[in-house]
C-alpha cells in the first residue's frame, strides 16, 4: 500500500489520492492488467451529438458460463474534471473477484451542465444491460461505487427508476438504468441544502448552469436525495466529519431518507476524516466495499 499523502482539493480532481490506492496496488503495477483479467479500453457506450461516450471494462479470463454481476466505477472532480482511467486498477480487483466491472466516462461540466452527467452514468448502465450476452453479466444484478462527485452520480443511478426521467440520452433506451447496490464514499445527497459548503457553492453552480435561486428546479431534480422509495437500492455510504467539501450532515441527510422509505444499507462516520482518507480507514472502507457488494450481489 503506497503511502497517502494529503493534497489540497483543488490541486488535483478530487479524491484522486483515496482513488488510486483503492484496490491496494502499488503506482508502479497500475499499468499491469492482471493475468486473470480480460481487459478492454474505450468501449464506445453511447453518443450524444457528435460525441462519443467511452468506458473500460475488466472481466474475468474464466467466467466458466457463469452471468456474473456487474458494478460501475465513477470517477470523482467536482463534475468537471478527472477520468476514468484512474479507476481501471479498481475494475481488475473487481473482476479478479467475479465481476464484470466498467470505469465510466461521462460529460464534464461546466461545457456540459445537469443533467449531462446523470444521463450519461444511465446510458452505461444501459448499454452494459444491453450487452449482457456478450460480457457474461447478469442484468438483473448491478451495482455502482463514486468517489465524490462519483458517489453522486452512482447514489442517482440506485435511486432514479424509469419513471425519474433521464434515460432519452446516448441509445439502449429499451433498458433499465437503475442498480441494486450502491457503495458512496463522501457523496453530496441535496446539493440545494444550506450546509453545502461556501467553497463548494461555485462548484455547484457550474454543475448545475446557475445558483439555487436560479435554478431551483435543477438544484432539486439533481438530488440523489429527491428520489428516494422504498424500491431503490441497499447503499452503503462513508463520509468523513472534517470533510471541508461534503459536510457529514449530507450523509445524516441521505440516512434519514432511507430509513423513512425502509431501505437497507448502513453508513460509516470516520471521525477526523476529511474529503479522501488512508492508512487502516482506507484498508476498512475497501475491504467493506468488497464484503457490500458480496452480500448483495453475489
Known amino acids: 500500500m503506497e503511502k497517502f499523502v494529503r493534497v489540497p482539493p483543488f490541486m488535483l480532481p478530487v479524491g484522486v489520492l483515496l482513488l488510486v490506492t483503492l484496490s491496494g496496488l502499488s503506482r508502479d503495477s497500475l499499468a499491469q492488467v492482471p493475468d486473470t483479467v480480460q481487459f478492454e479500453e474505450e468501449i464506445v457506450y453511447g453518443t450524444v451529438g457528435e460525441e462519443e461516450l467511452t468506458l473500460n471494462l475488466a472481466r474475468p479470463q474464466q467466467a466458466n458460463g457463469e452471468k ?31 465481476y464484470v466491472a466498467a470505469t465510466v466516462g461521462y460529460r464534464l461540466c461546466p461545457q456540459h451542465i445537469f443533467p449531462a452527467q446523470v444521463q450519461d452514468v444511465k446510458c452505461a448502465a444501459r448499454y452494459l444491460r444491453a ?11 448491478f451495482g455502482a461505487v463514486g ?103 449530507q450523509a445524516f441527510k441521505m440516512i434519514e431518507a432511507l430509513t423513512k422509505a425502509g431501505i437497507s444499507g448502513r453508513a ?15 484498508e476498512r472502507t475497501i475491504s467493506e466495499t468488497y464484503r457490500f457488494f458480496e452480500v448483495n450481489l453475489k
Open 147 to 249: 468517489f465524490s462527485a462519483g458517489a453522486h452520480l452512482a447514489m442517482m443511478l440506485g435511486v432514479m427508476n424509469g419513471d425519474d426521467g433521464l434515460d432519452e440520452s446516448g441509445g439502449w433506451t429499451d433498458q433499465d438504468s437503475q442498480v441494486q447496490a450502491v457503495v458512496a464514499f463522501f457523496g453530496p445527497t441535496e446539493l440545494g441544502a444550506d450546509d453545502i459548503p461556501q467553497r463548494s457553492v461555485p462548484l455547484v453552480r457550474d454543475f448545475l448552469g446557475g445558483s439555487k435561486e436560479e435554478k431551483a428546479d435543477a438544484y432539486k431534480n439533481a438530488s440523489p436525495i429527491s428520489y428516494v422509495t422504498s424500491d431503490d437500492a441497499t447503499m452503503l455510504l462513508f463520509q468523513g466529519t472534517k470533510d471541508p467539501l461534503v459536510p457529514h450532515t
Open 268 to 282: 460509516e462516520l470516520l471521525i477526523g476524516a476529511g474529503h479522501g482518507w488512508g492508512g487502516e480507514d482506507l
Open 68 to 98: 456474473l454481476p456487474c458494478v460501475l466505477v465513477i470517477h470523482g472532480g467536482a463534475w468537471r474534471s478527472g477520468n476514468k482511467r484512474v479507476h481501471n486498477n479498481i475494475t481488475w480487483e473487481f473482476a479478479k473477484r467475479g
Open 131 to 141: 450487452h449482457a450476452e456478450k460480457y457474461g453479466l447478469d442484468p438483473t444484478r
